[in-house]
């Protein structure tokens, strides 16, 4: 049992479900916290491993703890609040896999982690009312990152319907407007720095849809990061025979086949410049996802 619990996580790597592979990093990482929190209260002594892993507004300390800015937006303090932000990214997860790609949704949630880390970090060291605790506050939570996959979906399609209990059937411009005003509005009344973080996420959410729908994704940097980290860990394909061998293109087969390219990619282009790119096919969006992977 245990080995078939281990090869449908390898599966999962695998496959390159990056939804899935982020709910069971989230997950993960609050198991071994809250494992790593047990074993020091039974030895009797005060550990918060949380504290170790979540960004801090403290310049200081957050220079001896850098990877902070990363690992926070995988923390979580308790389980209902992983429990509801999961079943957020789920949802909105899976309407973002309807228009974007797997590697978009990763790029995105781990650049609106970064900008929730920002403005955070920001807000506490430059608005006054924080003085006092910015020395000592720290974020953490996936939040900031599902915000911007909320965002990015809402911006792309802002009159796609969603259903919501007692509330019927209501545009995703109008949730995400509500979620943002929430947020605002809570600034005071306690865990401000969280909100910040929020909409640090939220913005980053909208620059990358307002990026994309103008043919520049900004997740593509990350997108070939991570495809040079995994290639890493691939074994390298053994040399085929010479009686085997492919015929290599010729300079004119191979300009060709881009013009053609080209072609098609300027046709995908023109039709988001008319009807948007909503108005693109599955095959469509996977093309021009896989052009600006080459460029």
């Known amino acids: 049992m245990k080995q078939g619990i281990i090869d449908e996580i390898k599966g999962i790597f695998r496959q390159g479900n990056n939804l899935s592979i982020l709910i069971f990093l989230n997950i993960s990482v609050f198991v071994v916290v809250l494992s790593i929190n047990l074993g020091f209260f039974f030895a009797g002594k005060t550990f918060e491993a949380s504290e170790w892993l979540g960004v801090s507004s403290n310049f200081s300390l957050l220079a001896h703890r850098p990877w902070t800015v990363v690992s926070y937006m995988f923390v979580h303090s308790d389980f209902i609040h992983i429990l509801f932000n999961l079943l957020v990214l789920y949802w909105f997860g899976r ?143 053994k040399m085929a025979s010479q009686g085997g061998s492919r015929r290599a293109e010729t300079d004119a087969e191979f300009n060709r086949r881009k013009a053609k390219e080209q072609k098609e990619i300027d046709k995908i282009l023109d039709k988001v410049k008319e009807s948007g790119y909503s108005s693109l096919t599955k095959e469509e969006k996977e093309k021009l996802f896989s052009n600006s992977n080459k460029n």
């Open 95 to 237: 309407i973002f896999l309807e228009y974007l790609s797997q590697r978009q949704l990763l790029g995105v949630y781990i650049l609106g982690g970064l900008a929730g880390a920002l403005v955070f970090i920001a807000a506490y060291n430059i608005i006054p009312v924080f003085a006092t605790v910015k020395n000592v506050a720290f974020a953490i939570g996936a939040s900031a990152s599902i915000m911007a996959v909320v965002f990015a979906i809402a911006v792309l399609v802002p009159n796609m319907p969603v259903r919501l209990a007692f509330l019927g059937q209501i545009k995703l411009k109008y949730l995400a407007l509500a979620i943002v005003l929430i947020d605002l509005l809570s600034i005071p009344f306690g865990n401000a720095g969280g909100h910040f973080a929020h909409l640090g996420g939220a913005l980053m959410g909208m620059v990358f849809s307002i990026c994309y729908s103008k043919g520049t994704d900004i997740t593509i940097f990350l997108s070939r990061f991570f495809t040079w980290i995994g290639n890493l860990f691939k074994p390298q394909p």
